[in-house]
């Protein structure tokens, strides 16, 4: 394997140190174009549905049209790494990995710089909010973007627990579709010593919670699997002298694709109004925070399959898609899309851990993927 250009690892790890939120990732693009413009002659395109930026190289003919695309947001967690580079912003941290995401696109710019299509266009995508299940559908709807006429987009995740440079290949999709809902209940509050003047919404809610947990669905192989996780509750406040009249319930609601999704959204909110109705209780539902699930293209797939042989990259096939969201599922609604996992070694902390941080032994890796993905796709005749 080739030794990774020192330029690519002060990157990585100077995006580590200076993490920004979604929605919020002005000084990361900054960073971003700083190092393109010093190493490239490429056009940029800045504030692409909100912080996103664009590099874009075009070759002398009409052609195929590459988009390579990471993430520019960091997530709310403290970290807890002690080392030279951790997070200089507290509450704030790169536990996904997109500083090593962003590390290796950005490093495709040298490579870039030196070959000679006869045809064609390649962008680079630095997007913004994915974290939020925001920042691609921005993208998307943003005519800079649309300008681009992309053909294919690709993209890729690091995934802890798998073999080191591996490269993990799903058939059907990707990631899951995910959408997470509020509810929100309303009954009357009264005295604690005569709760039977009130309507006190204990009861329907946990009424609620037993009946949405016999919807889930566990085994990943069904195609109705579903996974609807509570993650967060709360009742009244902490007066003991008060039955409460409020209630509200959090969950995300996971499935493998959009009509199951449809499905298990009308179950819920059919059991959530029967529930309420006999429980005399008033309620709304609100939903938030959607990711649509991200389906590989077939033939986008097989470009992927390809440079894993190229490189003799071990390959793993997994069965089905990954639990987590990732709004790259945008993308895959409208263009030929494929991501791939690449394992970030055995040992390596979980996705969204405080004490995670994206390999720097995988970039060379990643970096050699997206070249053999854009070398066979610009010098395919079909």
Known sequence: MNVIN???????????????????????????????????????????????????????????????????????????????????????????????????????????????????????????????????????????????????????????????????????????????????????????????????????LSEIITSISRLNVTNPIAENFTIITPVHITMGQKSYGISPAKGELHYTLRTWNSEEMLHSKTKIENLIKETCHSNTLKYEIEWLEYFPASINNKESNNYISKAALDNNYKTLKRPYPFKFGEDFGWFSKTYKTAMFGLGAGLDSPALHNTDYDFPDEIIETGLTMFQSIISNIMTDKN
């Open 6 to 204: 020192p330029e690519i690892l002060n990157l990585r790890k100077e995006l580590h140190e200076n993490p920004e939120l979604s929605s919020f990732e002005y000084e990361t693009a900054i960073r971003i174009r700083q190092f393109v413009e010093k190493n490239s002659t490429a056009t940029i395109i800045e504030n692409i549905g909100g912080s996103g930026l664009a590099v874009v190289y075009e070759y002398p003919n009409p052609g195929k049209s590459i988009t390579i695309r990471c993430e520019l947001d960091a997530l709310p967690i403290q970290e807890v790494n002690t080392f030279k580079h951790q997070s200089k912003k507290k509450g704030i941290s790169h536990k996904c990995g997109h500083d090593g995401h962003m590390a290796i696109v950005s490093g495709l710019v040298f490579w870039l710089q030196n070959q000679i299509f006869n045809s064609g266009k390649i962008i680079l995508l630095f997007q913004p909010a994915e974290e939020t299940g925001e920042g691609a559908y921005h993208v998307l709807n943003d005519t800079k973007f649309k300008a681009l006429k992309t053909d294919y987009i690709f993209a890729l995740h690091n995934i802890p627990k798998e073999p080191l440079n591996s490269i993990i290949i799903t058939e059907k999709g990707f990631s899951a579709e995910v959408q997470s809902f509020i509810v929100r209940v309303k009954g009357k509050e009264s005295h604690a010593a005569e709760p039977e003047n009130g309507i006190n919404p204990a009861l329907g």
